[in-house]
């Protein structure tokens, strides 16, 4: 069993920044990719970005260069720095776990319990 537990959403002004922490604990050594998925109201979960032990990374398209993501292999912990936020950031932000880099969401069945991100205009 792997638990992932996030920390640092809430709210903030479009312009600004947040910073996603999501640690992880368990059988680790069978986690290689840990990463950053999103769901807004209506939506279906998306890509936000993630990163593997040796750090590769892989991002939406739409989200580089306002994003980064990192990783601490020590504490296994993975980070997600948010900044010029917009309104339509907003969502639950899931922390996933796997072995291989996938974009879809089903790919991985490890998931943290979410954390809201809310960014007012």
């Known amino acids: 069993q792997v638990q992932l537990v996030e920390s640092g959403g809430g709210l903030v002004q479009a312009g600004g920044s947040l910073r996603l922490s999501c640690a992880a604990s368990?059988?680790?050594?069978?986690?290689?990719?840990m990463g950053w998925f999103r769901q807004g109201p209506g939506n279906q979960r998306e890509l936000v970005a993630v990163?593997?032990?040796?750090?590769?990374?892989k991002y939406a398209d739409s989200l580089k260069g306002r994003f980064t993501i990192s990783r601490d292999n020590a504490k296994n912990t993975v980070y997600l720095q948010m900044n010029s936020l917009k309104p339509e950031d907003t969502a639950v932000y899931y922390c996933a776990a796997g072995r291989r880099v996938y974009s879809r969401a089903d790919a991985y069945n490890h998931w943290g319990q979410g954390s809201q991100v809310a960014v007012s205009s």
């Open positions: 990163i593997t032990r040796g750090g590769s990374t």
């Open positions: 368990g059988s680790i050594s069978s986690i290689n990719v």
